[in-house]
Structure formats: structure tokens, C-alpha cells
């Protein structure tokens, strides 16, 4: 694999790859200039996870990367904003369940997005994000160019719902997940009527 400089996509799905192998397949990623695609989910990546956004930030047609289930550490949050201000080809991030992250790197990736123009797909569930990343998201769903946003099962409050839900009435975004985040059955009650016309626009979905 290391001598074929023409691959354009790799799924490493379930590998057991964890940092002890990662700066040997960083290297091997090198001379890959045509590679478009990297899925390295389920796998045990932890603190060098960075190393994989530093490997691909000079792939000129690289588009779409998934990291999803790993062990990713807070440290991501500078990776993933300087992947996502350097990359003018990058369209699709899944970082879903990498319980370490936390807000703050939550918040680092959400100025990340406010400063992409050309990702359009950003899954995040279930990474403990919280008000921070929440405050500057809304920024990034009305600032228009993300088509879908997936940040369910964090530590987001309702009041932080409250201002996401109007962010998605006012923007052109097309699916943004909020589902199983932190809200009470008396809280969605007395937001029902905030709620019920996004979770019923036609050809947008907001789910809750």
C-alpha cells in the first residue's frame, strides 16, 4: 500500500489501530496526494488522532474523513480547526461517540466551522459538548453553508436548545439532530411552541 499513489479512498473500519501504530500510517499516507476519502472508525486513537488531521491537510482533493467510536482526546479541538481552515476540499467530518472530547474542543471545532466555506456534513454526537460549542454552532447553522449537523446525546440544555431551534428557523440548513441532549418532559412542554414548527418543516429536518 505504501508504493500506490494513486488511492482515492481507505476504510480501516475495526482495525484495533491505536497511537502506537498511527505515526507509521500517517507516514504511509505521504505520497498519497490523490486520496479523497479515510475511515478509521471503531478503532482505540487517542491522543494522536491529531496526527491523522495533520496527515491530510495536504491532500488537495481530500473530502470526506471518519472518526468516528474511537478514544479522541480534547487535544483534537486545534487539529480539527486548522483542518478546517486549511482544507478548501473537506465535506464530510464524523467524529460521533469520542466521549473524551469535551466542550472545549467542542468549541475549538465550532470556530473551525464558522471559518469553513466548503464542509456541508459535521456528526458530533455524543462527544459531551455543552453550552460553549452550542453558543458558537448557532452562529454556524445561520452562517448557511453546513447542510447537516448532528449533535445529539451531548450535554446540551434546553436553553441552549432554545437558541439553536431559532438559529434553524432562520437558516437554510437541512438536518440538524438534537436529539438526547438535556431536557426534562416538563421543559419540552413549555418550549412546545418553539419546537413544533421546525420538527414539522417540509423537506428540513429538526430532529428532538
Known amino acids: 500500500m505504501i508504493d500506490n499513489e494513486t488511492l482515492e479512498e481507505l476504510y480501516l473500519y475495526n482495525n484495533e489501530i491505536d497511537d502506537d501504530s498511527i505515526d507509521a500510517f500517517c507516514e504511509m499516507l505521504d505520497n498519497k496526494r490523490k486520496l479523497r476519502i479515510l475511515g478509521l472508525e471503531y478503532n482505540k486513537i487517542r491522543n494522536k488522532a491529531e ?116 438559529a434553524f428557523k432562520e437558516s437554510h440548513i437541512e438536518c440538524l439532530n438534537l436529539r438526547g441532549n438535556i431536557v426534562s418532559a416538563e421543559e419540552i412542554v413549555v418550549f412546545e411552541h418553539l419546537l413544533a414548527p421546525v420538527c414539522t418543516m417540509t423537506k428540513r429536518k429538526f430532529i428532538f
Open 51 to 166: 496526527h491523522v488531521m495533520r496527515a491530510i491537510m495536504n491532500k488537495p482533493i481530500f473530502e470526506r474523513l471518519y472518526l468516528t467510536q474511537n478514544m479522541i482526546q480534547p487535544t483534537i479541538g486545534e487539529a480539527t480547526y486548522e483542518l478546517l481552515t486549511t482544507s478548501f476540499s473537506i465535506r464530510e467530518l464524523r467524529m460521533n461517540h469520542n466521549h473524551q472530547m469535551g466542550d472545549e474542543a467542542g468549541k475549538r471545532i465550532a470556530e473551525g466551522l464558522l471559518l469553513s466555506k466548503s464542509l456541508k456534513v459535521c456528526h458530533l454526537s455524543d462527544t459531551r459538548m455543552g453550552n460553549q460549542s452550542a453558543m458558537l454552532l448557532s452562529e454556524v447553522i445561520r452562517k448557511g453553508y453546513l447542510k447537516d449537523l448532528d449533535i445529539s446525546n451531548n450535554l446540551i440544555i434546553m436553553d441552549d436548545i432554545e437558541i439553536l431551534a431559532n
